[in-house]
């Protein structure tokens, strides 16, 4: 039988204690609207919806300013608040999910209760898609249907829950050694799986790496021989997810083995192209976290046969195969390049081969996908085995097809200048008339037909003995994982982060984090940075031993419910919400209990009720209809005579 603390009906706040607390705390809502420097003052007359404001039931002050987030904008909402002038915060500008958190915290900073905060997005929703008058009264009512909810608004305190100090990172890789290292070494026991039997993954098989041209194989080797001696990280390789459940603090999971043990190098060993060898999972096991880091890496884009003639020809190659050939030849020097026993006077590499990818160009691989982003990395990659290339065998002539070239970060541009020196030769085609490569009988295997913008659509035939294929990073193939933790996927799919600069390595579900490329291609310096990040963010979050949660789960009302049982049906996270035998008034019941922690918010539940008996905190049902009725009542509109009918608003404040 539960406890049932959290909805047992001696917890919940007695009607007279409610009255009192409305008559010590009468909502005065103080509305804060955004010019946003222009963005919505140039579509909307802020200061004409400031002054509607004044007119609406419970409001005690409406502000305007250029840039609400600035400074100067919260100081604006402090200072009310501690002058008592508001005690309930609406703010009118982009949306939520850019500053609802900023808010929030300047509320809390000047000593009120950050939950008594309610956003009206009237630039997304608003300005960026209306104009002229209909802007001015589609923000009005907007920021009326936020008073609306606002006055309705009870003080929340955030959920705490009990944190394990210890983190799961799944993936092997160069992002994922670096988030265990980085995780451990402040203090978190840390356990790394990797589903193949070596630690390295994608830059195992590069070589000397750009721009700078430090070799992949120390880095690898160094990662690796730190991950495997560090005392607080556990590594199993061949070993991989299989069931994942509970919440951010404390996860159950189970690894189940993916590789046996025979097919595996010694823990430690080097093994070229594939990376260093670690301890296999002995055995399926069970364990407990408080976080998880995702460093699942990429794929590299495999070309279809016939595209540039891949496939059809021996001589046609990718870059990832090129780079593991010349880091197999160490500091090899000489006239010209050898490789597999052939010559190479001349080569091409063309880029964009998998990136940037156009719809009714392109064909679509056997899923329907077109890789429409750019890559990132491989136009620093092909320059960078370029300049090698060139600078170790001077008598190889290198040519280099391009659409655009993208070398930006430090020491990149340079990279690029330098293969103008070493004589590398450009050639830029236009993506309508891509390169073609053929086979010619004679002195060289293939020849590549090309139209050369810089030389203005001059066609070109360049004999090679080599083509060199620039494929993009494509996701790596994790939809089981995908499934198992309902991952968000972006359009490009990868793993889509919360928000790209105010949450960048973390996703929705607390306690996820994202290092490195299975968000989006990145080069192993941007990996190694974001994969710190998410050690950071993981250490900062199990830091106190315990993790606080927003407030906006749902609460069942145990007088109203009947216990029979939809809303466990309709919820959307397993686990979340149970039928438990508890004493309700000196009697044995079934009733629907919350688990807090598991709890989505989504309001799945609230919507089947038939007793109206379950409700999300900061979201109820009341606070809805409070949030309708305003928006079609015609108050703020009062002045202007352009009011229809009298306000239809309630005028008590209770949730
Ligand atoms: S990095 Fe260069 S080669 Fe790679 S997709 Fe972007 S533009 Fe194309
Ligand atoms: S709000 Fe959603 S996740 Fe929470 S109990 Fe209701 S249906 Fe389940």
């Not at 946003?36 to 509607?52: A, F, L, Q, W, Y």
């Not at 990172?169 to 070596?198: F, H, N, Q």
């Not at 077109?370 to 370029?386: D, M, T």
Request: proline share 5%.
């Amino acid at each position: 039988m539960s406890d049932a603390k959290q909805n047992s009906p001696e917890n919940a706040p007695a009607p007279e204690s409610l009255e009192n607390k409305e008559s010590q705390d009468q909502a005065k809502v103080g509305v804060y609207i955004c010019y946003c420097g222009g963005n919505i003052s140039d579509h909307v007359d802020v200061e004409k919806v400031r002054s509607r404001m004044e007119n609406v039931p419970g409001v005690a002050v409406a502000r305007t300013n250029m840039f609400m987030c600035s400074d100067p904008g919260q100081e604006l909402i402090m200072d009310d608040l501690r002058s008592g002038a508001v005690n309930r915060v609406v703010v009118a500008s982009c949306a939520p999910s850019l500053h609802e958190t900023t808010f929030r915290s300047a509320i809390a900073r000047a000593g009120g209760n950050p939950y008594q905060y309610e956003h009206a997005n009237i630039r997304e929703q608003v300005s960026w898609v209306h104009h002229g008058d209909a802007a001015t009264d589609k923000a009005t009512r907007l920021v009326c249907a936020a008073t609306g909810k606002a006055r309705l608004m009870q003080p929340l305190e955030p959920l705490r829950v009990d944190a394990l100090r210890r983190g799961l990172v799944i993936g092997g890789g160069v992002a994922g050694m670096r988030s265990a290292l980085d995780m451990a070494d402040r203090g978190i026991e840390t356990v790394l799986i990797e589903k193949s039997p070596y630690l390295g993954g994608g830059v195992s098989r590069l070589g000397k790496l750009a721009p700078y041209g430090e070799d992949a194989e120390t880095v690898v080797r160094d990662l690796a021989a730190r991950t495997l001696s560090h005392p607080r990280i556990t590594v199993y390789c061949g070993a991989s997810l299989s069931s994942y459940g509970g919440y951010v603090g404390k996860f159950s999971i189970e690894l189940s083995t993916t590789a046996a043990e025979d097919e595996a190098p010694s823990p430690g060993q080097y093994v070229p192209g594939k990376g260093v060898g670690g301890p296999m999972l002995p055995q399926n096991i069970a364990l407990e976290t408080g976080v998880v880091v995702l460093a699942t890496g990429f794929s590299s884009y495999t070309p279809h046969t016939g595209e540039y003639g891949f496939g059809e020809n021996q001589e046609v190659i990718t870059l990832p195969d090129l780079l593991q050939k010349l880091s197999e030849m160490k500091d090899e020097k000489g006239g010209q390049l050898h490789l597999d026993g052939r010559r190479i006077r001349s080569l091409a590499i063309i880029h964009c081969v998998g990136s940037r990818q156009i719809p009714g160009v392109h064909e679509e691989d056997e899923n329907g996908h077109l890789n429409e982003y750019c890559s990132r990395v491989c136009c620093s990659a092909s320059i960078n085995a370029a300049n090698t290339i060139r600078e170790s065998f001077p008598d190889t002539s290198v040519y280099e097809l391009y659409r655009d070239i993208r070398t930006y970060g430090r020491g990149q541009e340079e990279m690029y200048a330098q293969a103008s020196a070493n004589r590398v030769v450009f050639m830029r085609f236009n993506v309508e008339e891509p390169p073609v490569v053929r086979r010619i009988a004679g002195e060289y295997p293939l020849e590549i037909e090309v139209k050369d913008e810089l030389t203005f659509g001059e066609e070109l035939q360049v004999p090679v003995d080599l083509v060199v294929l620039a494929t993009g990073m494509e996701p790596a193939p994790i939809h089981d994982l995908v499934d198992m933790l309902k991952l968000p996927v972006g359009a490009d799919r990868f793993l889509l982060e919360v928000h790209p600069k105010l949450r960048p390595v973390e996703l929705p579900m607390a306690g996820v984090f994202l290092a490195g490329t299975c968000q989006a291609p990145m080069d192993v310096g941007e990996v190694s940075n974001a994969a710190s990040s998410a050690a950071v963010k993981a250490v900062s979050l199990l830091g106190k031993g315990f993790v606080e949660l927003d407030p906006f789960v749902a609460e069942v009302d145990l007088q109203k419910c009947t216990g029979a049982g939809a809303c466990v049906d309709a919820c959307l996270n397993d686990g979340a919400l149970k039928l438990v035998e508890m004493e309700v008034g000196g009697e044995t019941v079934t009733r629907a209990e919350v688990t807090p922690a598991l709890c989505l918010g989504c309001g799945a539940c609230v919507a089947v009720c038939p007793e109206n008996a379950i409700n999300v905190n900061g979201w109820t049902l009341r606070q809805y209809e409070s949030m309708v009725d305003m928006i079609i009542s015609d108050v703020a509109f009062e002045d202007s005579g352009e009011a229809k009918e009298e306000p239809a608003v309630e005028e008590e404040t209770a949730a």
